[in-house]
């Protein structure tokens, strides 16, 4: 129990003192590297052999595709498209796409937060409990985000610790991280792209 509670801490300090100081293209690097070491030191499953990847990708994929098409239909409603023109989109959007969404956020975050924290958390307080303190974290690590980006930051860690509770799920359900990564890729990468869009000019 100690262990998941300091890990839990040490995530949420990070994302909200280190994370947020460090250049873009460091904090990429730096946190695809601390996730792998964490998944090693806990020794959280990745579930990528054969059967349990194909079971991840079997439910991941209707997830993500289902989430994508629920992010695209949202662009319809004017608050949405408001708020998206409005956000400030990184000088350089091919690398946010192909590189800082999907390692630096999707891997890092789903490696530390279902694998490593989920891990030791299932093992400490038992599957139920361990995916509840992992989704608070992972809620509470996007304190910064919210702070940044002038978005309310209850209702911000409201829903990312429901989404956290969702991917947590998936890992759990599938024993493979491939199903929660593809929901969560699908939710930043559908939410970034329509941002793109939203943001071009016609």
């Known amino acids: 129990m100690r262990k ?3 890990l839990a801490v040490a995530l949420v300090a990070w994302s909200g003192l ?7 293209r460091a904090r990429l690097l730096v946190h695809g590297a601390l996730a792998g070491l964490l998944v090693r ?10 059967t349990d990847l194909w079971r991840g990708v079997g439910l991941g994929l209707p997830v993500a595709t289902a989430v994508s098409a629920a992010v695209g239909a949202s662009t319809l409603a004017p608050p949405v498209r408001r708020g998206m023109a409005a956000r400030e989109l990184p000088d ?3 690398e946010w796409l192909l590189a800082h ?3 630096g ?6 490696a530390a937060y279902r694998g490593a924290l989920g891990t030791l958390a299932a093992d400490a307080m038992g599957a139920r409990a361990g995916r509840v303190l992992q989704a608070t974290a992972f809620g509470l690590s996007h304190v910064s985000d919210a702070r940044a980006a002038g978005e309310p930051v209850l209702g911000t860690v409201l829903v990312t610790g429901v989404a956290g509770w969702c991917f947590g799920w998936l890992y759990d359900r ?9 929901a969560h890729l699908a939710v930043n990468e559908a939410g970034a792209v329509a941002a ?7």
């Open 101 to 103: 969404i999907p390692l």
């Open 92 to 94: 350089s959007v091919p």
């Open 4 to 6: 998941a509670g300091a």
């Open 196 to 202: 793109v869009l939203v943001r071009r000019p016609r």
């Open 105 to 110: 956020t999707v891997w890092s975050e789903e």
């Open 18 to 24: 280190v994370g947020p100081r460090l250049p873009p």
């Open 174 to 182: 599938t024993g493979s991280l491939a199903a929660p990564m593809l």
């Open 41 to 50: 030191r806990t020794g959280a499953p990745l579930g990528l052999t054969p």
